[in-house]
């Protein structure tokens, strides 16, 4: 970040807010107002009172119960005005902050779901929440004082003229406190930028760290990582504790100084005041150096956000501004139950930095047909899943859903025809209904009808509560079977016509699997798509692709192949083969 421009950058994070939120900070930036002018008028109020009222009274030995009255009227509707300019700039700051987090977390949010999947696979899931987090947050956090740093700038202003035409000594001593806070603001603002830009970037490691040590507790508890998970997690805290006691030690030591200035004015007022100006001048011009004390501190606030605010920003903007997205075009399909047609032409595709994985795949899925892909690990199997139902583009070539380039569809169309089981399984923290239709509109039924094809219908009725059962935090409650089953039932309730099985039942017995296959192939008119390993699996299929080293190296029926190609017998014979001693 350019230290140098940390004051212009935050200037246009703040000139955002308002474009954003004009109304909000109008109401607030109002409220401020009216709080910093009853500050003069307060001033002004207890000059008149001390030159009228009790210097009089002094000198008389006595005053009259009206006067006091008057004086102290005044003084409590001065008071109540003010209240009310508090009430609305904190009310309006605060809705006014809480509104533009709100938006941006949705922003980000949004932004996230059109990102595609090679973009996530390379950040870790701790530094994504930062983003939507802590750093949206750290972005708007100046807003709370900005309205009332708006309005006090103004009535600095306001002031200054006044002391000029009261007296210019006093006026002097203004222009040196005011352009001192500002001044103080702006080397520390200069020193803050670094050390909160280390500090946020700490925060996401930290939460990187965290996230990825509880996803993966059962790897750190059976392999006994506790402690050196402990030591790594210890590390990085360590660093973020270091880094915030820098800014706290800088801002301990900024605070102290701003809260002196209006004080040290205070005494130069009195000493360049007294003899030179009336006894009810200087009270009111001293009152007012004391007064503005708080409200100065506001610019203080705001510019001591400004260095973290800007981090945050342009932490947010990394996300918002990400050219990765994919581009979608206007094109839909014909509602109809029937099975799909899918076609890839010359498919090539290789991951950012690395060599390619797929090259000059051919396919021609027949609608209602069911295709098993078999190969090695590594061969580009899952890959290959991940394209045809355009989790990613390929780098070149084509891959059509009934003649239609899946990049000429417009958004959504593709999950309203594909549906895609995958290798790992997600169950949210959410009852058997909510993991079925992940909030779409289905009936129970319809619920009840995925489930037995998927045989999954079994467990859940013995299940207490059924559908309404809460299967805890990634289905901990279920078996690995269970869990595939249920991702099924998710697919299936969407009625999909190419659907597509990425190893997804390599958790089920083959009964089972053999058993959800033929209910497949029997009582829906999809086309599917199978990863598989088993013969069993692979036996049920009109075609078997081999896929090796990113081609398809052979392609017909299970027989066939096992009699021509030997990678494929090997592969697909491996669990019947002994292993050598």
Known sequence: MDETGVLRRGAHVLAVSVREQPRLYAYAAGGSLVYG????????????ITGHVITPALRQHHTSAAALLISAAVILAAAGVKVTGIFGRRLGAGAM?????????RRVTRRYLTLPMSWHAARPTGELLNNANSDVEATWYPIAAFPFASGVAVIMVVVLVALLLTSLPLALVGCLVFPAVVAVN???ARDMSPKVGRSQQLRAEVSGIAHESFDGALVVKTLGREDSETARFEARVNELRDALVAVGRLRGTFDPLLEAIPNLGVLAVLLV???RVDTATLVQVAYLFVLLAFPLRSIGWL?????????GWDRVQEVLTETAGMAYGSATLVPTTAGARLTARGVDFAYDGHAPVLRGIDLDLQPGRTVAVVGTTGAGKSTLTGLLVRLVDPGAGSIELDGTDLRELARGAVADHVALVAQQTFVFDDTVRGNVTLGADLSDDAVWAALRLARADGFVARIEHGLDAMLGERGTTLSGGQRQRLALARALVRTPRLLVLDDATSAVDTAVERAILDGLREETDATTLVVAYRKATIALADEVLWLDGGRIADRGSHADLLARHP?????VSAYDTPAAP
Request: positive net charge.
């Open 37 to 48: 002018g009853m500050i003069v008028a307060q001033s002004y109020v207890l000059g008149a």
């Open 97 to 105: 902050q809480y509104a533009l987090q709100a938006s941006y977390r």
């Open 273 to 275: 005041g007294a003899g």
């Open 303 to 311: 510019l001591a956000e400004v260095p973290r605010s800007v981090n």
């Open 567 to 571: 990678g494929y017998a090997a592969i």
């Open 186 to 188: 702006a080397f520390y």
